[in-house]
Nanobody
Framework: QVQLVESGGGLVQAGGSLRLSCAAS????????MGWYRQAPGKQRELVAM???????NYADSVKGRFTISRDNAKNTVYLQMNSLKPEDTAVYYC??????????????WGQGTQVTVSS
């Protein structure tokens, strides 16, 4: 069984920064894509950023130029550096990891979520 453990959320003023981390543990062949989603109250969960095992990235338009996703494959960890935070970034942030137990199929796992609150 794979576990994703997130850390780094909290309360910050608008314009500030936070760095989220998510470490995967367990027994598996490899990790494919890793990413971050968020869900604000009353809204649908949305993709924030995704990174492939090779380091290619994509971002939601709303965070481009402010957020940076990265990963350390040796540590099975994905990071989200969030700068110039805005009140509308307030949400629960969830990390994801596409876990391969075999070469042919993968299963997406989700972290427990970490609250990010940006005050105006």
């Amino acid at each position: 069984q794979v576990q994703l453990v997130e850390s780094g959320g909290g309360l910050v003023q608008a314009g500030g920064s936070l760095r989220l981390s998510c470490a995967a543990s367990g027994s598996f062949l490899r990790i494919g894509n890793m990413g971050w989603y968020r869900q604000a109250p009353g809204k649908q969960r949305e993709l924030v950023a995704m990174i492939t095992s090779g380091g290619s990235t994509n971002y939601a338009d709303s965070v481009k130029g402010r957020f940076t996703i990265s990963r350390d494959n040796a540590k099975n960890t994905v990071y989200l550096q969030m700068n110039s935070l805005k009140p509308e970034d307030t949400a629960v942030y969830y990390c994801t990891a596409d876990i391969n137990y075999t070469s042919y199929t993968s299963t997406r796992y989700w972290g427990q979520g970490t609250q990010v609150t940006v005050s105006s």
